[in-house]
């Protein structure tokens, strides 16, 4: 008798989380039409329902994470891009998003954190090594923005690495090198 309960409360347990996941997926699919169609409140509800069914859909994640970019909710959307970083971690290219949205809502440490936690993974995300120029910036520890640009400059000679070269070294008083780098 104990035998077949607990069969059928295992039973009961994966149609249950079945049924949770699909719908997530559901309200995933029917807060990408509110997207479409232009009602983003909407689909910012749909999505949210969508992750306190499924807390691992990361699609729902990452559409909410736009929506909230597009109604200028950078807080949120921040938010869910880190948790979007944490739920793939392996993925640096997810946390190196992650900290240029803390840099939108002035969290340079939050950022830093995160693009060194990108960094880790792959040292030539030049998402990565932006962040964490801009955060250690912020943050006034021009050691580490030095490095850090000195590493994008090395990594990739364009424009935008320059350019950051080029605002760390007038940082640093280095004001030839800031030159040479902003005409670059």
Known sequence: MKLHRSILLLLLLG??????AQG??????????????GQLEQALEKYGLAISVDPKLVKAYQARAEVNELLGNKQAAAQDRMRIAQLVPEDGDLGAAAAMAYLEVDSPAVARRLAEDALKKNGKNMQALQARIRACLKLGDLD????????????????????????????LRDYSTAETDRTA
């Open 144 to 171: 580490c923005a030095g490095s850090s640009a000195d590493a994008a400059v090395d990594l990739t000679g364009t424009t935008d690495t320059y350019y950051l070269h080029g605002i760390v070294r007038a940082a």
């Open 15 to 20: 149609a249950v989380t079945s049924l949770l």
């Open 24 to 37: 997530g997926k559901s309200f995933l699919k029917e807060g990408d039409n509110f997207r479409k169609e």
